[in-house]
């Protein structure tokens, strides 16, 4: 097995959970340099975790000449660093929210499978953009996948998919962050945004979504509260909440099909305890299958890069594939289109033409909407 070399761009608290993933898969992937905007905490973070600082990222890719890059800088930075690895020939991994609008993502994902600069493309495909969505590489979520794709557990019916988490206001306070022009968004872009994804994999495409945005308590630009109801085009139906609102914080979704109801709750990641099923009377085969489809494996950073890697290693686009990825961030931008427009909204009310694909907050009207709503 032939290492893949990887870099890291951004240095703040997420990069720490990377570098120390990739470190874990030693014989998957050699870590070959890092960078950062502020040249001292890319030297610090190079001595601590041992690996070569550069100073710009020019320098990275031309020197270290990585096969794949993860993007950890804020979310404002995420398009054009990885736009810019794209174009010189590296594979990205773009951390959540992989971009600030329907229309950045669009351009990082045209920027896949070109001819860069350095011609390096690879001849079997390639470079790819992938995000971190890693709640969906934990065995519970493997497995209830599988269980929906088989069938085993009937129709599915009714969804709740719920992040109540807390954040103060010094968390806020940091520039870049509660910003349109920076976060993208509040608790629905930048928090929720992966309980909604594990929502999506699993529910497949969505046809409508009615919803409220809303600035309760928090000073700052964007919502700190949103409230969805959500229609799949297999009919089910989904309730989605955001919230950084919350003391008693819980990530939770929940899953009644005909047959069962599937529930998880957890807060930054899960593990098969997390997950309960509750059988429909006379359905003990449900229960059989729950409990001999996979398991073992914790939901996060780690599960998300052994699939990339081994993807990477067969020439094959790494998980998630902007594709994919694509579904999710239409679903965060259909909640803002919804809240601010105050009427139910289809995807196909996304197109370029929209304001909303242009920016999260469409022409403004998220901040007419939301104003004064804090105390």
């Known amino acids: ?74 979310p404002g930075a995420h398009a054009g660093v990885a736009i810019s690895c794209l174009e010189a020939g590296s594979s990205v991994l773009a951390e959540k929210p992989p971009a600030l609008s329907l229309a950045e993502f669009q351009s990082m994902a045209a920027a896949q499978n070109t001819e860069g600069p350095t011609g390096r493309t690879a001849p079997d495909g390639g470079p790819w953009l992938a995000s971190v969505f890693q709640h969906r590489f934990g065995s519970g979520a493997q497995r209830l996948k599988r269980l929906i794709d088989e069938g085993t557990l009937g129709r599915l019916l009714l969804a709740v998919c719920s992040t109540a988490w807390f954040r103060n206001q010094d968390y806020f306070d940091v520039p870049w962050r509660g910003r349109w022009d920076t976060e993208g968004g509040g608790p629905t872009m930048g928090h929720g945004i992966h309980q909604m994804d594990l929502l999506a994999y699993l529910l497949g495409d969505w046809t409508e979504v009615s919803a409220i945005v809303r600035r309760q308590a ?42 069962a109801t599937v529930e998880l709750t957890h807060l930054y990641g899960y593990g098969d305890d ?102």
């Not at 703040?12 to 050699?30: F, K, N, V």
């Open 1 to 74: 097995m032939t290492p893949i070399s990887v870099a890291i761009v951004g240095t703040g608290s997420i990069a720490r959970l990377h570098i120390e993933a990739l470190q874990s898969l030693s014989d998957q992937a050699t870590v070959v340099g890092v960078t950062d905007v502020d040249e001292p905490k890319s030297a610090e973070f190079s001595a601590r975790y041992q690996i070569p600082s550069y100073p710009t990222l020019a320098a990275l890719l031309t020197d270290a000449r990585p096969e794949l890059v993860h993007v950890c800088t804020p």
């Open 274 to 375: 997390d997950w309960r099923l509750t059988t429909a009377p006379g359905c003990d085969e449900v229960a059989a299958a729950w409990n001999t489809a996979p398991h073992g494996v914790r939901s996060g950073h780690h599960a998300q890069f052994t699939e990339v890697l081994s993807a990477l290693r067969e020439h094959r686009p790494p998980p998630v594939t902007s594709d994919s990825a694509l579904r999710t961030m239409s679903l965060v931008a259909g909640i803002y289109a919804s809240g601010f427009r105050r009427q139910p909204i289809r995807p196909e009310d996304l197109s370029p033409g929209s304001p909303f694909y242009q920016r999260m907050d469409g022409d403004g009207a998220g901040l007419t909407t939301l104003a004064g709503a804090a105390r």
């Open 218 to 259: 928090r000073r700052m630009e964007t919502e700190d509260l949103s409230l969805a109801h959500v229609t799949f085009a297999s009919g089910a139906v989904a309730s989605v909440i955001n919230s950084v609102l919350s003391p008693r914080e819980e990530s939770y979704l929940r899953f009644d099909f005909e047959k």
